[in-house]
């Protein structure tokens, strides 16, 4: 039997054991996923004994995928990015990015056409990164703005990309086809919303890459009639990609999007 896992820290909502364990039952394959507390201090000595032990594959979550690029071998995109979220073991240790990829086929999904489009990517994290990489990469034209100016910056420079300062949010979504919100604010109950929602209008596109909850922000773009795209297929996206470099075969997206909506939905009435 493979075993394949997910490091991070937390870990333990993590919705990737029940939509991978899905995946592999349909794909009948005798593999099983589960998830690790790993904290950034212990995460090479993880990522090594996993490959000593034999694992099939590993995915990384926060705060790990950006430590992970010294302990494993990069792929082009890994290394553009400048994170890991899949980790394999064939043939070495290689670092793959599956989240940029995960987002772009997400949007497409709800019909969301990238090209020349002007897009708002709110956030510079792991998350943001991947995702400014694959949609500029697609032609998209992106704007980042960041709490913290300076990471900001670093995104936008690393990838050739225009930074705008945080007291202009307002503005920049006014002027954007799409909005992207790759922060973490809108996981917890009683976040501050990132603008005054009203500003929102019919014709654009939000997209909210949390996928744990309804968020204020999908829910304000709702009300103005806007498309609102949570984040679970982006997860179902990713994990699809990781599962199809891990064993070659085509993933079961219908019935992983349909275990982590399950599993959602659960929780909810919990
Ligand atoms: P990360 O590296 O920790 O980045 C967090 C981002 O959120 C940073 O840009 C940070 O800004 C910003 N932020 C945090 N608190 C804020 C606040 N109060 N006001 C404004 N900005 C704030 O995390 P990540 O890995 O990129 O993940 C970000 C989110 O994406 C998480 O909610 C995660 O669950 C979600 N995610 C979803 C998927 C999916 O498949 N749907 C995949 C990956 C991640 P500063 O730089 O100023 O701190």
């Not at 070495?92 to 497409?108: E, K, Q, V, Y």
């Not at 204020?216 to 994990?239: F, H, N, P, T």
Request: aromatic share 6%; hydrophobic share 45%.
């Amino acid at each position: 039997m493979k075993v394949y896992a997910v490091l991070g820290d937390p870990i333990e909502h993590s919705l990737s054991p029940v939509m991978h364990n899905a995946a592999f039952r349909e794909m009948g394959l005798d593999a099983t996923y589960h998830a690790f507390r790993v904290g950034i201090h212990r995460l090479r000595d993880a990522i090594l004994g996993a490959d000593a032990m034999g694992f099939g594959g590993l995915n990384l979550t926060i705060p790990l995928k950006e430590g992970a690029m010294a302990v494993v071998e990069p792929d082009e995109t890994a290394e553009a990015i400048g994170a890991v979220n899949t980790v394999s073991f064939r043939g070495g240790i290689r670092g793959h990015n599956t989240d940029g990829i995960g987002a772009s086929l997400a949007l497409r999904r709800y019909g969301v056409s990238l090209r020349g489009s002007h897009i708002l990517l709110i956030g510079a994290g792991g998350a943001a990164r991947a995702i400014a990489y694959q949609l500029s990469k697609e032609g998209a034209e992106i704007v980042v703005t960041n709490r913290t100016p300076e990471r900001g910056q670093a995104l936008a420079e690393d990838l050739g990309l225009e930074f705008r300062p945080f007291v202009e949010i307002e503005d920049l979504v006014r002027c954007s086809d799409i909005l992207i919100n790759a922060t973490s604010v809108g996981m917890r109950d009683g976040d501050p919303r990132l603008f005054d929602g009203s500003i929102l209008r019919s014709e654009q596109v939000v997209f909210d890459i949390i996928y744990s909850r309804e968020t204020e922000l999908l829910r304000d773009a709702r009300w103005a009639g806007a498309k609102a795209i949570d984040g679970v297929m982006m997860l179902v996206y990713q994990g699809a990609a990781a599962l199809e470099i891990w064993t070659g075969l085509e993933a079961p997206v219908d019935l992983m999007e349909a275990a982590v909506r399950a599993a959602l939905e659960e929780r909810r009435e919990n």
